[in-house]
Protein backbone atom coordinates (compact mmCIF):
# COMPACT_ATOMS: atom_id res chain seq x y z
CA UNK A 1 0.00 0.00 0.00
CA UNK A 2 1.59 3.57 -0.87
CA UNK A 3 1.61 5.85 1.43
CA UNK A 4 3.20 9.38 1.53
CA UNK A 5 4.01 11.60 4.67
CA UNK A 6 5.12 14.97 4.75
CA UNK A 7 6.92 16.87 7.72
CA UNK A 8 8.90 20.37 8.07
CA UNK A 9 5.96 22.54 8.01
CA UNK A 10 5.56 25.01 10.38
CA UNK A 11 5.72 28.99 10.87
CA UNK A 12 8.59 31.27 9.12
CA UNK A 13 8.75 34.60 8.79
CA UNK A 14 8.36 36.04 4.94
CA UNK A 15 11.77 36.15 3.96
CA UNK A 16 12.41 32.84 5.52
CA UNK A 17 13.24 29.07 4.18
CA UNK A 18 11.65 26.16 5.19
CA UNK A 19 12.02 22.54 4.08
CA UNK A 20 9.32 19.99 3.42
CA UNK A 21 10.45 16.64 3.05
CA UNK A 22 7.56 13.42 1.80
CA UNK A 23 8.64 10.20 2.45
CA UNK A 24 6.87 7.37 -0.09
CA UNK A 25 6.44 3.74 0.70
CA UNK A 26 4.90 0.93 -0.32
CA UNK A 27 6.40 0.28 -3.45
CA UNK A 28 8.87 1.23 -6.32
CA UNK A 29 8.46 4.79 -7.18
CA UNK A 30 10.61 4.74 -10.63
CA UNK A 31 8.33 5.09 -12.30
CA UNK A 32 6.38 7.57 -10.73
CA UNK A 33 5.77 10.99 -11.03
CA UNK A 34 5.71 12.93 -7.68
CA UNK A 35 4.04 16.50 -6.90
CA UNK A 36 3.51 19.24 -4.29
CA UNK A 37 0.32 20.80 -4.25
CA UNK A 38 -1.18 23.36 -1.73
CA UNK A 39 -4.74 24.50 -0.43
CA UNK A 40 -5.25 27.68 1.46
CA UNK A 41 -8.63 28.58 3.09
CA UNK A 42 -10.68 29.86 0.39
CA UNK A 43 -9.06 28.82 -2.55
CA UNK A 44 -8.70 26.06 -4.99
CA UNK A 45 -5.97 23.10 -4.49
CA UNK A 46 -2.83 24.74 -6.46
CA UNK A 47 -0.15 22.94 -8.23
CA UNK A 48 3.70 23.93 -6.90
CA UNK A 49 5.92 21.92 -8.35
CA UNK A 50 6.95 18.00 -9.67
CA UNK A 51 9.04 15.74 -10.70
CA UNK A 52 9.37 12.21 -12.24
CA UNK A 53 11.41 9.85 -9.89
CA UNK A 54 13.79 9.54 -12.86
CA UNK A 55 14.81 12.66 -12.75
CA UNK A 56 14.07 13.70 -16.11
CA UNK A 57 10.80 15.97 -15.87
CA UNK A 58 11.05 19.40 -13.56
CA UNK A 59 7.77 21.72 -13.17
CA UNK A 60 7.16 24.51 -11.13
CA UNK A 61 4.43 26.60 -10.65
CA UNK A 62 4.83 30.79 -11.86
CA UNK A 63 4.41 31.83 -8.59
CA UNK A 64 7.38 29.39 -7.15
CA UNK A 65 10.06 29.62 -10.20
CA UNK A 66 13.25 31.07 -8.52
CA UNK A 67 12.73 30.56 -4.81
CA UNK A 68 11.22 26.87 -4.72
CA UNK A 69 13.05 23.81 -5.30
CA UNK A 70 12.14 19.72 -5.47
CA UNK A 71 15.23 18.01 -4.65
CA UNK A 72 14.60 14.19 -4.43
CA UNK A 73 16.59 11.26 -2.66
CA UNK A 74 16.54 7.79 -3.79
CA UNK A 75 18.21 6.13 -1.29
CA UNK A 76 16.11 7.17 1.31
CA UNK A 77 12.78 7.65 -1.05
CA UNK A 78 12.14 11.27 -0.15
CA UNK A 79 10.85 14.29 -2.21
CA UNK A 80 11.25 17.55 -0.70
CA UNK A 81 9.88 20.76 -1.27
CA UNK A 82 13.16 23.50 -0.39
CA UNK A 83 11.20 26.99 0.38
CA UNK A 84 12.92 30.11 0.13
CA UNK A 85 12.12 33.74 0.01
CA UNK A 86 8.52 33.28 1.73
CA UNK A 87 5.60 35.06 1.34
CA UNK A 88 2.83 35.52 3.18
CA UNK A 89 0.32 34.20 0.34
CA UNK A 90 2.74 30.83 0.13
CA UNK A 91 0.60 30.44 2.98
CA UNK A 92 -1.23 26.93 3.18
CA UNK A 93 -1.57 23.75 3.79
CA UNK A 94 1.36 21.64 1.66
CA UNK A 95 0.66 18.33 0.51
CA UNK A 96 2.56 15.71 -1.38
CA UNK A 97 1.43 13.07 -4.06
CA UNK A 98 1.93 10.64 -6.52
CA UNK A 99 1.18 9.38 -9.91
CA UNK A 100 2.14 6.37 -11.93
CA UNK A 101 3.89 7.56 -15.49
CA UNK A 102 4.40 11.15 -16.68
CA UNK A 103 4.24 14.68 -14.58
CA UNK A 104 1.04 16.17 -14.68
CA UNK A 105 0.48 19.65 -13.08
CA UNK A 106 -3.03 18.78 -11.99
CA UNK A 107 -4.28 17.75 -8.96
CA UNK A 108 -7.14 15.23 -10.25
CA UNK A 109 -4.03 13.30 -12.29
CA UNK A 110 -2.73 12.00 -9.03
CA UNK A 111 -4.01 8.89 -7.32
CA UNK A 112 -1.90 9.02 -4.12
CA UNK A 113 -1.82 11.95 -1.19
CA UNK A 114 0.07 12.66 1.79
CA UNK A 115 -1.81 13.85 4.81
CA UNK A 116 -0.44 17.50 4.64
CA UNK A 117 1.45 19.68 6.69
CA UNK A 118 0.66 23.41 7.47
CA UNK A 119 3.23 25.89 6.51
CA UNK A 120 2.15 29.82 7.70
CA UNK A 121 4.40 33.02 6.58
CA UNK A 122 3.85 35.87 8.91
CA UNK A 123 4.64 39.11 7.32
Known amino acids: QVQLVESGGGLVQAGGSLRLSCAASGRTFSSHAMGWFRHAPGKEREFVAA????????YYADSVKGRFTIPRNNAKNTVDLQMNSLKAEDTANYYC????????????????WGQGTQVTVSS
Open 97 to 112: AARYGMVLTTYQGYNY
Open 51 to 58: IHWSGGSI
